[in-house]
């Protein structure tokens, strides 16, 4: 899992007045700015609103996993915000959302794209797994806990 992450692409968010939208909006120009990956950046924004529209990527447990197959990626990519203000993402367990990871994948790639949603699944799953994420207060430290889990 470790070979998806660019440190580029792993962020921490403190600021309050961030909503939903807005996170995954500048989560996908982080994307586009520090990857070759991304074809068209709106494109990708526009397509991971819409499966969001299908149903809500909050798996529960203050994460939410915001994906898409689309033609505006060339090749799996992935980013990864720790958000010390918890937002509502419509998750099913109604908690907010400290940690987001977006997911984007080009259409062909169907089986690599699902195999990766399972395991970012069951990782953040594990409690130990998402203390570690959550409990960080700076950059390198979220680099590390998400080495670790890796």
């Known amino acids: ?77 992935l980013s990864v915000a720790l958000l010390k203000n918890p937002i509502d993402f419509n998750s099913l367990d109604g908690e907010g959302i400290k940690v987001v990871v977006l997911v984007g994948a080009p259409k062909g790639g169907s089986k690599k794209y699902l195999e990766l949603l399972s395991m970012l699944s069951r990782i953040f799953r594990d409690k130990k797994n998402r203390d570690s994420i959550i409990e960080c207060t700076t950059k390198d430290c979220l680099i590390e806990a998400i080495a670790e889990i890796g």
Not at 5 to 29: A, P
Not at 37 to 61: A, C, H, P, Q, S
């Open 1 to 77: 899992m470790l070979n998806y992450f660019n440190i580029k692409m792993i962020n921490i968010f403190d600021d309050g007045s961030l909503t939903k939208d807005k996170i995954l909006k500048m989560m996908v120009e982080n994307i586009s700015e520090n990857s070759e990956l991304i074809v068209d950046k709106n494109i990708f924004y526009l397509e991971v609103l819409e499966r969001e529209k299908v149903g809500t990527t909050g798996i529960g447990m203050g994460v939410a996993i915001p994906h898409a197959r689309t033609d505006a990626v060339k090749d799996i990519v």
